[in-house]
């Protein structure tokens, strides 16, 4: 998502011409995939996208292999509507399919009949990211992860009414409904420290959170060390406003603060002690506002997704412009 | 709701300048009634109008007759307020209006109760109309029929409310509330594709849909052939996504479709081989929309009227300018 | 909320130069504060504020003290983040904040947890006014109320999940609930037609409108007329459509009728027969909304707020551009 200038291994090709050999080509192809994986968390880090895989196969081969179904199907989908060719290098049209192949496969369940979905649901995306551009470049917003919470509310709201989506459901109750009580333990603290993290990606291990962490670790330590904290920050807030302590355990009210406050720390907010408050603000709003949200959503089923990120990650950065004190990112 | 120039049955007046003989005028403001009706599928037709008319009176009298009251209102507001006399004759001021009155009469009832409500949610949608192609213009997008959808949305959520308002009211139930199952039947099968193009405008009897095909025909074949190929692309799409039989024979799942592959088979996109391509994705899209949608507004009473195409079809046109094989056309 | 310059009272000072002695800065910060309170209906007079405020406190103590911690916040948020000087000495920044305390005391309780809540909502009110008007200058609206309706939303959907919010929450179900029965007695409609007026601070005593109605009279008579004018227009028309008698006594049909009669008499729109008339179709339709977003907003709980007054004079606002009978004031 970060529009940084193409790196040493992004290819520099201009439409029209395309003087690179055709293994290079290949190359350059395939490592568009990883990219697009790290892009969910802003990265367009081959090593950090591997890492990321590496974690989503951890937590499930599922998750794993409909994330790569997702992320090729948008890639492609892109890039024979002729997206702008620099756009896909970086990954910046991949990582909403691969939320898609993630979301879908753990609410529908692991079966052949959510493959055509996830395709479905990756097209509609690109075609979804390219309208939000169009719409959203006047105002300097990215899309975020937009697309895919549409895509996927979309989709998760209308699934029961289609007999062959809805076969293999799964249940999508949050943990406190089989484990309610506000008492947060030290376990429940430290599994929300690394869910936080692992959200994201809608994984639940606190080990496979760390080997999240690890990923974005190798790309920057500043994001790093964002995402711990606006983790803890999610975490807090939840506990000090009364949140279920099993949901917090689980990361619910972490994963919202850890993209808002890479969003916000350097990525596209200049670094500034005043900018620094204002991603603090920001990832608490986003924590706090995951609970409005979820109680919206659960009228049609209940998918939070990373709605609250997206919502305060635009409005924080559209107000950039009024105020004087905080700056954007070039 | 097409942007051609005025054909030779539009007058070509001026603001300011009105030279035409009394007769003549009469003549054109009558005229702006039945394009009035057949702008809501895009055709700025008269005999297209006056042929939509007799399929609403052939599916009752109140449909047509209320149908009218809509159109007349809406056309006379925006002429009252100023709106540009073009846009005014070409029947672009007119076709919310008629789907205001026919949508109206049948969620409320035919009674004499209901005329004050057309009227007011006639020149409201006129109102909104304005508002947003103010907003729109700079995305070149058109309103489609989201002032429609707007105005009859709010009523029949408010309705309840309202005693006056909700005493003759109609049940909306959808048909496999009645009759459920998903194995469709042959007679589901062709009805279903009739239905589909007459449920444009809430009818559900085949010969209806068929009198709306011969409108579409006189006025374009291609129209008229992307409308079928699209009612057909609707059904399919819930038959295999495992849709309610009895909604599928209703049209439920091809009216949104038809909108929308009208709209993106040569008269907002250029037709060509991708442009044809991307018609298809989006009325399958469409349909597929169709029960999250439906969904969603079954919390406060369920209209899903004409969202799902108003939606795609912005995403679908907005996304035009990032892709470089797909072209707006003139 | 008006875009009239800075009056007598209001600091001309510029960003960088501060030549304006020690006590009259106070003087000038201090008075910030009962302009922010008249601003909630665009007065940026200092008497109206000071008499809105007395107002409150007659209404509950609870009701004046959170309104002050709300403007307060706002206001000293819009500061510290750079928002430009004139409009934070207008009270531009601080009429959201107000309301923002009137809502969640009356929501979540008179109860020290409220406090930091109110803070809280006050800062990511500030910073969504000016996502907001990043977002609405190009079409030249104002945000309205808009910033206080989502953050008072969101957080009334949310607090149900937070033990320690919804400790000490009211009950906020409509007086119809208790008192059925839409047959208008004579005490329902001259309490309605000054609950009307206090409903704007969601006051329900009749002679604490009658105060905020001296307060607009203070401002303009001209203002004050249209309150009172636009009050009896909302009250009228939920009594024909057939609501409630008992919510037409407490002024829920009026407060967004005042409110859009106000914006679009001579406030935002030049006045003129066509402009009163657009006037009278913009608060009878604010009136008849608010039924629609009510049983909308039911289902997570039902809260109408000003959205109603929001989105019709957005809408009418937007509008005008396009019809050459209606013009925008300077």
């Known amino acids: 998502m970060a529009s940084s200038p193409p790196s040493e291994d992004a290819p520099g090709e201009q439409h029209g011409e395309d003087p690179a050999p ?24 081959v090593w950090t996208g591997l890492i990321f895989l590496i974690a989503l196969f951890v937590g499930g081969w599922q998750f794993g292999a409909f994330a790569l179904l997702g992320v090729g199907t948008a890639t492609a989908t892109a ?24 979301a879908l496969v753990l609410y529908l369940g692991t079966d052949w009949s959510t493959v055509p979905l996830v395709v479905g649901g990756a097209v509609a995306g690109s075609v979804l990211t390219a309208a939000l551009n169009s719409v959203l470049t006047p105002y300097k917003l990215p899309t975020f992860t937009a697309p895919f919470c549409v895509v996927a ?28 009580g506000t008492a947060m333990t030290w376990t429940d603290f430290w599994h929300g420290f690394f869910n936080g993290i692992g959200q994201v990606f809608f994984q639940d291990k606190w080990y496979v959170g760390l080997i999240f962490l690890i990923g974005l670790a190798v790309s920057s330590r500043l994001v790093a060390a964002a995402a711990a904290a606006s983790s803890l920050i999610g975490l807090l807030t939840g506990w000090w406003l009364g949140a279920q302590a099993a949901d917090l355990g689980a990361g619910l009210y972490g994963y919202n ?74």
């Open 22 to 45: 055709a293994a290079e080509r290949a190359r350059n192809a395939l490592l568009t995939i990883p990219r697009g994986i790290a892009q969910v968390e802003f990265q367009p880090n």
């Open 79 to 102: 890039y024979l509507l002729g997206v702008d060719r620099n756009r896909v290098s970086l990954g910046l049209e991949g990582f909403n399919g691969t939320l898609i192949g993630v």
């Open 153 to 180: 509310l979309v989709m998760a709201i209308g699934a029961p009414s289609y007999a062959r989506v809805w076969a293999g459901h799964n249940n999508s109750a949050p943990p406190s409904a089989t484990d309610p």
């Open 257 to 330: 603060a850890v993209l808002t406050g890479i969003a916000l720390t350097g990525t596209f907010v200049v670094l500034s002690p005043a900018g620094v408050a204002y991603a603090v603000v920001g990832a608490a709003t986003a924590a706090g506002l995951t609970a409005g949200l979820t109680n919206l959503f659960n009228v049609v089923g209940g998918h939070t997704l990373t709605w609250p990120f997206v919502l305060v990650t635009w409005v924080f950065l559209a107000a950039v412009p009024i105020f004087s004190r905080i700056r954007r990112a070039a």
